[in-house]
Structure formats: C-alpha cells, structure tokens
C-alpha cells in the first residue's frame, strides 16, 4: 500500500524535494569519490603489507570492507536523486537498501566491538589471551555479519518499487502504521541505542581506569577509535532523529495537523539525512591518514599497516601485561632477597663456600 493509503494525504515522495534531491546527489558523489578509494586502500594496506593480523587489524578491514561496500553503492543512488526517478528495477531496490542497512549495522557494531576489547584490555589485560586467538576473533566476526544480515530483512519485506504519475520511486511502503513503528524502532535500537549505550559505558569504564592509575598516557589507538566513535555518531544522528519523527507520525492520530507536519518534516528530510549518514563510511581513512602520518616518510604505502601495527589495541595488551609480569619478577627478586638476609645459615654457608684458594688449590 502507498502512504496515501495509510494517511489518506496526497502521494508525496522523498524525491519531491528538488532542493533535498541534489544537496544528497552532491553529497554522494563527494563521499564516493573519497570513501570507496580510502577504504580499498586501507583493505589492500593491511591485507599485503601488515606483517601480523591481531584482533585489531581484522577489526578494521571488516570495518573498511562494510564502508567500502557502503560506498560502492552509492552510484545508484546518484542517479535515483538526479534522475528523481527509480530506473532499477524492483529486485535491485530491495537488494541495495537491504546492503546498506547491513552495511550500516555492521559498521556500528564493529566499532562497539572495539570499544569493548579496549575495555578488557584496560581493566583486565591478563584475561585478553583468551579472545586473541584467531580463530576467536573469527567465529565473533561471523556472529556479527550474521546478526547484522538478519537484522536487515525488514529492508527486503518492506522496500518496493510504486509508480505515482511521471515518477517511480522506491521507498518503504507498509500495510499499517505499526510495520512503520516495527521498522523504524528497530533501526533505531539496533542501530543506535544498543551499540552507542555499549560504547559510552565502556569509555566512561576506561577513563575512570585511566584516573586510577599512576600510568595516564592515552595511547593514539585510544584517541584514533574515540574519533572513530565521534564521527560516527554524529553523522547518523540526524538520519537517526528523521526515524524518530516517522515513527511519532505514526503513532499521531489520523487527520491532526501534527501529523500533516511530522509527514513533510521525514519526507523533505530523508534524502539529506541518508546522504549525510553515508559521509560516515568515507570519513575512516581521513582519520586514519591523519593518525598515521608520522609514518607515511619512514614506510611509505605501508603506513596505514604500521598505524595499526605500532598503536593498536594489541601493542597496549602486550604493554601491560609485560608490565604486570616485569613488576611480578621484581616482586620475586625482592621476596628472595628478604629471605636471604633473614636466614643465617644462609651467610655461614656462604663465607664457607667462598674460602679463597691458596696454592691453586
């Protein structure tokens, strides 16, 4: 059914908004002109030049692999905004939209799953051995594409492709305006909500950490995914608040001027917030170049592999728990010396042993 079925209010689309239409073409051809080379270079930089794949540089390639797919795609939706008309066909629509909420999912829930190994790596360095094997990062990667496709599907039940007049579109059309709150609610606690809680009781863990420890030095990977975070989080937020005003127009009671309101705020909206959130997957390498220029002079097109190499998440595990175990032997150098000084037979076999030699006997 159209929305004009559902809220008996003429057949606008997203695609109405000439204004809306090209500030999103504009920003997609940017973003893909960017993002989809910066992120196959950071995939080609780590894949053939680090010399170890830990837990961090498998973290990033799937993050770079989820953006750069995300951007690869961004063409049939410069055309769509251009053209203003949806010339794909209907099997293409629901594939490209299902990508791109997978693609979406996945990218926040791998930076969560960064925020979490730097917390176990802070608060409990000596537990970290369990999950940096990797075959165990793997199976948790798995897991994630898995639930993140899964997650997805409404994308497919829901985008199809309605003609109204002169213009084809594909949108999500929906037989009630529960399926609208059901999709909507969904994308915006799985998307935003779930992961963001994660990732900011993990930093506020880490900090207080941070503040307890004589050691106060951030470490760049620290600083690096912090961005990461930041950046995310404010390129999908506004695409994150128009889910929010579709779904409060659902659940407004039909024929209120609210309602007529909250309808023309998501439709002239929607175009500009999608194209926004995609910035999101372009503005990683940026980050990573800026992070990693020190050494872009020493090691050339293998920069971004030693970025990750020398300010991972790993080399701070390691920093740790060779610290823990340095202290540990300190502490049993100490303990025996105490022990000697406390034993007197000890000193008496001592000065026995050590009779000098006379006469070369």
Not at 61 to 70: I, K, Q
Request: charged share 20%; aromatic share 10%.
């Amino acid at each position: 059914m159209t929305p004009a079925n559902i809220t008996g209010v003429s057949n606008d689309t997203v695609v109405d908004n000439k204004t809306a239409t090209t500030i999103g073409a504009l920003i997609l051809s940017l973003v893909f002109l960017l993002g989809f080379p910066g992120n196959v270079f950071v995939i080609w930089s780590i894949l053939a030049r680090a010399r170890k794949q830990s837990v961090t540089t498998l973290l990033i390639v799937n993050l770079a692999f989820a953006d750069g797919s995300l951007m690869a795609l961004t063409p049939f939706f410069i055309i769509y905004l251009i053209m203003k008309n949806w010339v794909f066909k209907e099997v293409m629509c629901k594939i490209l939209f299902y990508l791109c909420l997978a693609n979406m999912y996945a990218s926040i829930h791998l930076i969560m799953l960064m925020s979490l190994y730097r917390l176990l790596a802070v608060l409990w360095p000596q537990r970290i051995s369990a999950i940096n094997g990797r075959r165990t990062v793997l199976r948790m990667l798995a897991v994630v594409w898995v639930l993140v496709m899964v997650a997805s599907v409404p994308a497919i039940i829901y985008r199809d492709v309605k003609k109204f007049g002169n213009t084809t579109v594909c949108e999500s059309f929906h037989s009630s305006e529960n399926h609208v709150v059901f999709q909507y609610t969904l994308e915006l606690v799985l998307g935003f909500l779930i992961p963001y809680s994660v990732i900011i009781v993990s930093y506020i863990c880490i900090l207080r950490r941070i503040r307890q420890t004589k050691f106060r030095r951030r470490i760049r990977s620290e600083k690096l995914i912090l961005a990461i975070v930041l950046t995310f989080c404010l390129l999908w937020l506004p695409y994150h608040i128009i889910n929010i005003v579709q779904v409060t127009w659902a659940l407004c009671p039909d024929g209120s001027g609210k309602k007529q309101t909250l309808r023309k705020i998501w439709q002239s909206s929607r175009a500009v917030t999608s194209s926004i959130a995609f910035i999101s997957s372009c503005v990683n390498p940026v980050l990573y170049f800026f992070a990693g220029k020190s050494y872009i002079r020493r090691e050339g097109l293998a920069f971004m592999a030693r970025l990750f190499e020398g300010t991972g998440l790993d080399s701070a595990t390691r920093k740790s728990r060779q610290n823990s175990q340095n202290s540990r032997e300190k502490d049993r150098d100490i303990d025996a010396v105490m022990l000697k000084d406390k034993d007197p037979d000890s000193v008496t076999n001592s000065s026995t042993n050590n009779k000098p030699v006379k006469n070369g006997k």
